[in-house]
């Protein structure tokens, strides 16, 4: 399941983005509204072991595609108990979402070959922003594939060369799309039609039949808004007449 085969994009929800740290209400809400592509986040270290354990219990039987998001932030220490943490996702044979700051061990993260997808960063973090960094990240990771992030690339470069030259050089790795727009405290928003129409730009030729993540935060008060981003982000991966 953590390849999508069809000849269109794929759009769905990150649980986190949708419901913060309801996972089992993220999944029924896009089950209710026809969505059959989720990445099951664990951002946090907490959230790790909850998640893993209700696998079995999910109704997940709709997806046509189903990525994991490992924890974004733990300490050196707890490495390899996140690795042992993730074997049932493994098993399954999901795509496993990491940022490349907390790979402290890179050959710990061999097994999980090409399920393993590096996700390119915001200015926050000290590796994995640019192209040079991703691939001396791809050197001690052969077989690991990127998740590409939109937004945090163009956070870095607004001219979108950064971007641009990702996508150019890593083509064949780009495993999942993460889509959104950030705000000056690198948070994901809502997509403004600016943004959609920058990521139109380079995306619609570009990453056809790779599964698409919508990250702007939409739970609360924005709950509305998810069927309008979900548009927005189908709507940026057209491609370009220009």
């Known amino acids: 399941m953590s390849r999508f085969n069809e000849s269109s994009h794929q759009v769905g929800f990150s649980t986190g983005a949708l419901e913060r740290r309801d996972f089992r209400q993220a999944v029924a809400w896009m089950v209710a509204n026809g969505i059959h ?15 893993v354990k209700s696998l079995n219990d999910l109704p997940l039987e709709s ?13 050196k220490d707890k ?11 493994r098993k399954r044979g999901w795509n496993i979402i990491v940022h490349p ?22 200015r926050r973090k000290a590796l994995g922003r640019t192209s040079a960094e991703l691939r001396d990240l791809f050197k001690q990771l052969p077989k690991a594939r ?3 992030d939109v937004a945090q690339a163009r956070q870095l470069d607004t001219t979108l ?13 780009i495993g999942e799309v993460h889509i959104s727009e950030l705000d ?35 739970d609360a008060n924005r709950s509305g808004l998810r069927m309008n981003e979900y ?12």
């Not at 997806?63 to 300490?75: D, I, L, M, Q, W």
């Not at 548009?231 to 220009?242: F, H, I, V, Y």
């Open 37 to 51: 592509t989720v990445e099951l986040s664990a951002l946090r270290f907490d959230e790790l072991p909850p998640l």
């Open 79 to 89: 490495e390899e108990h996140v690795i042992e943490l993730l074997q049932p996702v």
């Open 101 to 122: 700051d907390v790979i402290y061990t890179p050959s710990r993260w061999s097994s999980f070959g090409e399920q393993l997808l590096i996700e390119n960063m915001d």
């Open 146 to 148: 990127l998740c590409l």
């Open 161 to 173: 060369m950064l971007l641009w030259d990702i996508v150019r050089r890593f083509s064949d790795r």
């Open 231 to 242: 548009k927005m982000a189908q709507e940026a991966l057209e491609m370009s007449q220009a």
């Open 184 to 218: 000056s405290m690198c948070r994901h928003q809502p997509m403004s039609r600016g943004a959609v129409m920058d990521y139109r730009q380079v995306l619609g030729r570009a990453v056809r039949m790779t599964p698409v993540i919508v990250e702007s935060m939409l």
């Open 63 to 75: 997806f046509k595609y189903v990525s994991f998001h490992a924890p974004s932030s733990f300490e």
